[in-house]
């Protein structure tokens, strides 16, 4: 298997930052603004997010996490292995501006997926996508609103991103390709 890193962890830092000002300054501040992470990476991706909001803007904004599972269109295929978790909003969405955090925007299944999932729980004002990475090839008009960084790959690559919190070590983002 060949691999190539495309983002040091300063880069995913600056990225992050780039984003939290970019969230401020597209809803006029932060004041309605909660972050909800995908399991498992955008968990940890909202929490920094957050935490660079609080630096830049001087306010905190409420962190969710949402499970997506029992919403996916392939669980079938996952089948029995597939590990449920446990959804963790600490506010009512209703009428909030929801910015789903998650790691890599790919197809857009997962984001539809979210969506679903966020409207059980209620009727956001506005829900809003912020990836670390999209990787392009949509099957579905899903487009992220922040965007760490934009990688164009080819559908037989792999986007991995290495968090500390959820991987150990350092911070990285790579792609991975098979044998061919």
Known sequence: MN?????TADEVRRAIARVAHEIGERNGG????????????????AKRIA?????????TVAIGALDITLYRDDLEIRGASTQIQHTNIPVDITGKIIVLVDDVLYTGRTIRAALDALTDLGRPDRIQ????????????????DFVGKNVPTAASEDVAVRLNEVDGGDD?????????
Do not use: C, K, W
């Open 3 to 7: 691999e190539r890193q495309i983002m």
């Open 129 to 144: 996508l912020a990836v670390l990475v999209d990787r392009g090839h949509r099957e579905l008009p899903i487009r992220a």
């Open 51 to 59: 935490t660079a909001i609080q630096q830049i803007e001087g306010s």
């Open 172 to 180: 990285a983002v790579m792609i991975t390709r098979g044998a061919v």
């Open 30 to 45: 932060v004041q309605n603004v909660v972050l909800v992470g995908i399991y498992r990476r955008g968990i940890p991706l």
